[in-house]
């Protein structure tokens, strides 16, 4: 419904009959008019002039487009061809600005000129175009949705129901997480969880299980590991994840390989050459010899030292 409502009795009356809550927009009165007593003291010009005047101003069309004709029953008003051409396009562009979706080339007003009352509706030979515009417009102001997975039913006030179709949400939810994936550089589509309704996507993120996951190849790309169990490897810490147990021992000893240059990729032990203490973590007493041991035969170049 418009955000403005009709503030005077004939815009309330024209906007029921565009809107299809009533088929007439002409507020009947006991004045001659349609079989009303006649005023016999106002020349039959005055008084068909009068009526016509008043009738083209409710429907807003203009005077010449209301016949009138002097009954001995009555004051008989009808739309000439101006007239019912006038009061179809009015209650075809207010029809089309109320249903959404609608074009007024959609809509046939279905005016009747003799009892100057319409009941306009979206014609069947167009809800087909209706519909497949409802599915493109929608499509386009949501993401991951597109209109082949919409279902859009229309019929003679427009479209009545609109929504994903059942057998396309598992599409939508494929699309999104791709889509989700691609911003991430360590996300998989597989790590997101997405619910989607008739209405489109209702809840879109990673699963714990998913983040535990995208964390742990973010230290495997960051760190000397190669490999991080998503479960046993990382602990909650404040608002994120920290390496714990065994992935922590092995970055150690990896970091000890790659700072002191005496040992290979991969050569320490993680269990037995790393110990951890109040101050971080530190070689064991074998690897430390192994370490003095490498110093010292780089000084005296001609004494091999063992670490025994």
């Known amino acids: 419904m418009p955000e403005n409502q009709p503030t005077t009795d004939r815009a309330r009356r024209l906007d029921a009959v565009q809107s299809g809550q009533r088929e007439t927009a002409i507020e009947r009165r006991d004045s001659g008019v349609r079989g009303g007593g006649q005023d016999r003291n106002v020349p039959s010009r005055s008084r068909q002039n009068r009526a016509a005047r008043e009738i083209a101003n409710e429907i807003d069309v203009s005077r010449e487009g209301v016949g009138t004709v002097d009954r001995l029953e009555g004051l008989d008003v009808f739309l000439r061809s101006s007239g019912t051409e006038q009061f179809s396009e009015n209650v075809t562009d207010g029809f089309a600005g109320e249903a959404d979706f ?35 417009r929608t499509a386009s102001d949501a993401a991951y949705i597109q209109a082949e997975d919409l279902n859009a039913e229309v019929g003679p006030r427009g479209v009545s129901e609109l929504g994903v179709a059942a057998g396309r949400r598992d599409d939508v939810a494929m699309r999104a997480a791709q889509g989700l994936a691609s911003e991430s550089p360590f996300a998989e589509p597989g790590d997101f969880g997405i619910d989607v309704g008739e209405s489109g996507i209702t809840d879109a993120g990673l699963t ?62 993680p269990e037995s050459d790393i110990r951890d203490t109040d101050e971080g973590f530190a070689l064991a007493e074998g690897a430390r010899r192994q370490v003095a041991a490498a110093r010292l035969d780089e000084q005296v170049t001609e004494t091999d030292v063992g670490p025994g």
């Not at 150690?252 to 700072?259: K, L, Q, T």
């Open 102 to 136: 609608v074009q007024p080339s959609d809509v046939n007003p279905n005016v009747d000129p003799e009892a100057i009352s319409a009941d306009p509706a979206v014609a069947p030979g167009r809800r087909d175009d209706v519909a497949a515009r409802a599915r493109r």
């Open 208 to 269: 714990d299980t998913g983040e535990r996951r995208v964390v742990a190849r973010q230290f495997e790309s960051e760190t000397p590991l190669s490999n991080v169990d998503p479960s046993a490897g990382l602990a909650a810490a404040g608002d994120g994840f920290e390496l714990a147990g065994t992935a922590d021992d092995r970055l150690a000893a990896r970091r000890f390989e790659s700072d002191i240059g005496t040992f290979g990729s991969g050569e320490l032990d």
